[in-house]
């Protein structure tokens, strides 16, 4: 009984402490937990204890509050005690190939010497804006600054002047506006041609008289038997209007029946 029961604290302190490394180490996990049933799945991490310090660490030892405040100090670009990366200029090997070549160095070996025991440097690139232009030195009686601006003429705001003038302005304005309409529209108009001008004249008909001897010219009829002009032009209105069911050029002959 005494082995049954010590087999069996074994079994659950087995048990137990399994599961308590399994949850520490699903607590340390990005998925901490399983999702109950009808919730959302929980994630989360733990925090680093009381003594963490968030952060970058510096290494840059400038004096503090005490030397900022009584000294004054500008940003260098070459770097230095108050710059924070000090930048180091590369080797300009051009240059140390040509001085080699001057000394009469010939092969690899010997080049790779001469650049052991020498050193030249590139200069420090310079950046765009930085140098100062250059002081231009103008007369000395010369007076800087901007002109005063004329005072305006009372008289002419008090006869409105100004008014006037904006009055023409605006009146050449409209007046180009309009040269430019009609220049436009008489470019969109279609142009007139011959064959359109024929169409739209109508020649005059010229009346010819019959020829007569000229001594005969100014002799009237022998005989009027039309009672007035008006009965005259009525009679040869209607033979003209006869004439088209005659036979014969003139419609004097018989009436074509067949």
Known sequence: MICANYSA?????????????KQAR??????????????????????????????????IQDGGVAEAISSWHTHSDQGGRYG??????????????REGVKSGLVTAKEHS????THDVRRRAPVKQGSRRPSQVRGPPDMTFGMSTRPSTPISELLEYKYAQRWLEEQQEKDRVMQEHQQ????????????????????????TTTLWKLPRFEKVGPALDTFRDPAAREKARSAHFSDGVARRGRLGHGTYAVD
């Open 9 to 21: 604290n074994r079994i659950h302190e087995g048990i137990s402490g399994f599961l308590q490394k």
């Open 84 to 97: 924070a990366y000090p930048r180091t200029l590369e080797r300009d090997f051009v240059a140390l190939n």
């Open 26 to 59: 699903q607590q340390n996990s990005d998925f901490p937990l399983l999702p109950t049933l009808g919730k959302a799945k929980p994630k989360g991490m733990s925090c680093p204890g009381p003594d963490f310090v968030y952060g970058i660490v510096t290494n």
């Open 183 to 206: 220049k436009r529209d008489r470019l969109k108009r279609i142009q007139e041609t011959r064959t359109t001008l024929l169409r739209k004249s109508r020649p005059v008909v010229e």
């Open 113 to 116: 010497q001469y650049r052991a």
